[in-house]
C-alpha cells in the first residue's frame, strides 16, 4: 500500500502533462482551476484529475438516475424508444465531446458539464418548469436549481462540491428562445467547454425532438420545410453531422477563442427551432398532456405547503413532521421536493393523495 499515493500521484501528473501538450491554448485546463467551492485536500490514493472527478461524482448521482424517468416532451411516454431527461443528456455529452475533441478543449470538463446540467429539471419537463416558476416566491429556472442540487441538495445536504468550472457550465447553459450565440459575454459560460455544452444542448434537442415527433406523427417527414432539409441533412444522422461539422470547421478558420457557426447553418437552427415550437411544442395533444402534468404539480405544490410533505418508503405512505419557521422556507422545501421527483412519482403521490381507491370487504 505504501507505493500507492506514489503512483496515483503519477498518474496524475501524466495526466496533467498530457493536458499541456494537446490540450489547445484556448482549453481549460485542470492546473489552472478556480478549485472547488469548498476546498478538499488532495486524495494521493486518486488517479483522476478535478474535472475527471467531477463527472463520476454526477453519474454516480441519485439526482442523476432519477433522470431516467423525467420527460423531455412527451409525457410519461409508454414506449420505449422515446426521449428521456437521461437519453438526452448523454446525446448531448456525445455531441459536446464530439466538437471539444476536434477542437483540442477539454473532454472531460465538456462531459461533466453536459451530464450535469439539467440535474435540476422538473418533472414533465418544461410544464413543470414553467408552474413552479409561477408559484415559488422566489421564481424557478432550472439551470439555477441545477447548480443548487450540486451544491446543496445531492448527498443528504452536503452537494457534489464540484470546481467553479462545472459550476460555472451548468448554471449558464439554458438559453430558451434566445440567441443560439448570444452577443453578451455575460450569458456565456466562462469556458469554451461550457459554450460548446451550450451549443450541443440546442443540436441535440432540435434534433431529437423532430425525430420524437415523427415517431409519435405528430409531424411528417413531408412537413419539414425544403429549404431547412437542403442545408441540414434529410434525416436525423445527417442533421446532427452537418451542425457539428459546420461549427467545427467554422469556429477552426476563426482561431480566435470563440465559438463559431455560418450564418447558413445558424439560420437552419434558428428555423428548427421556431419550428418545433410551433408545430410540436404547442402542438394540441402535446399541449393537452402538458396541462395535466401542471395541475398535478399545482395540487401537489398546494397540499404540500399547507399539510406537509407527503413521502413514500416501501409501500408505505408518511407525512414529514416539518417545523417551517416561515413560508419563505416552507416554499422552499416544497419546491426542492417537486423539483426532484421523476414524473411516475409524481402520478404516485398524486394517486395516493387526490384519488379515490377502492375498498375491498374481508
Not at 409525457?75 to 446525446?91: I, K, Q, S, W
Not at 415559488?136 to 457534489?160: I, T
Not at 437542403?230 to 467554422?250: A, C, L, T
Amino acid at each position: 500500500m505504501a507505493f500507492v499515493p506514489v503512483i496515483g500521484t503519477s498518474i496524475k501528473k501524466q495526466l496533467a502533462d498530457r493536458e499541456d501538450e494537446i490540450l489547445s491554448p484556448y482549453a481549460a485546463r485542470s492546473a489552472t482551476s478556480r478549485g472547488r467551492r469548498i476546498p478538499e485536500e488532495e486524495d494521493m490514493c486518486d488517479i483522476r484529475l478535478p474535472y475527471q472527478r467531477d463527472r463520476d461524482r454526477i453519474i454516480h448521482s441519485k439526482t442523476f438516475r432519477r433522470l431516467k424517468h423525467k420527460t423531455q416532451v412527451f409525457l410519461a411516454p409508454a414506449g420505449d424508444h422515446y426521449r428521456t431527461r437521461l437519453t438526452h443528456v448523454l446525446e448531448v455529452s456525445q455531441i459536446a465531446r464530439t466538437i471539444s475533441a476536434a477542437l483540442c478543449l477539454n473532454e472531460a470538463l465538456t462531459e461533466a458539464i453536459a451530464l450535469g446540467h439539467d440535474l435540476g429539471h422538473t418533472p414533465f419537463g418544461h410544464a413543470g418548469e414553467a408552474t413552479l416558476n409561477e408559484l415559488h416566491p422566489g421564481g424557478f429556472r432550472h439551470y439555477v436549481h441545477s447548480l443548487r442540487v450540486v451544491d446543496f441538495l445531492e448527498k443528504k445536504g452536503r452537494g457534489l462540491n464540484l470546481t467553479w468550472e462545472v459550476r460555472n457550465g451548468i448554471v449558464r447553459h439554458s438559453k430558451g428562445r434566445d440567441e443560439i450565440i448570444p452577443r453578451s459575454r455575460k450569458e456565456l459560460a466562462a469556458t469554451l467547454e461550457g459554450q460548446v455544452v451550450r451549443l450541443a444542448d440546442i443540436i441535440a434537442y432540435i434534433n431529437h425532438d423532430l425525430d420524437d415527433a415523427l415517431r409519435a406523427e405528430i409531424l411528417r417527414e413531408s412537413d419539414i420545410p425544403a429549404d431547412l432539409s437542403r442545408v441540414v441533412g434529410q434525416n436525423h444522422s445527417q442533421r446532427i453531422g452537418s451542425m457539428v461539422r459546420d461549427i467545427i470547421v467554422e469556429t477552426l478558420e476563426a482561431d480566435d477563442g470563440n465559438l463559431h457557426i455560418g450564418e447558413t447553418m445558424l439560420e437552419a437552427i434558428t428555423m428548427l427551432r421556431s419550428f418545433l415550437y410551433e408545430n410540436v411544442y404547442r402542438n394540441l395533444l402535446v399541449h393537452q398532456e402538458f396541462e395535466k402534468g401542471q395541475r398535478i404539480i399545482r395540487e401537489l405544490y398546494g397540499h404540500f405547503f399547507t399539510h406537509g410533505i407527503v413521502r413514500r418508503k416501501g409501500d408505505e405512505w408518511y407525512v414529514d413532521e416539518q417545523d417551517w419557521p416561515d413560508d419563505k422556507t416552507a416554499h422552499r422545501k416544497v419546491c426542492d421536493y417537486i423539483a426532484g421527483m421523476t414524473d411516475n412519482y409524481a402520478l404516485a403521490v398524486y394517486e395516493h393523495l387526490f384519488l379515490p381507491r377502492t375498498w375491498t370487504v374481508r
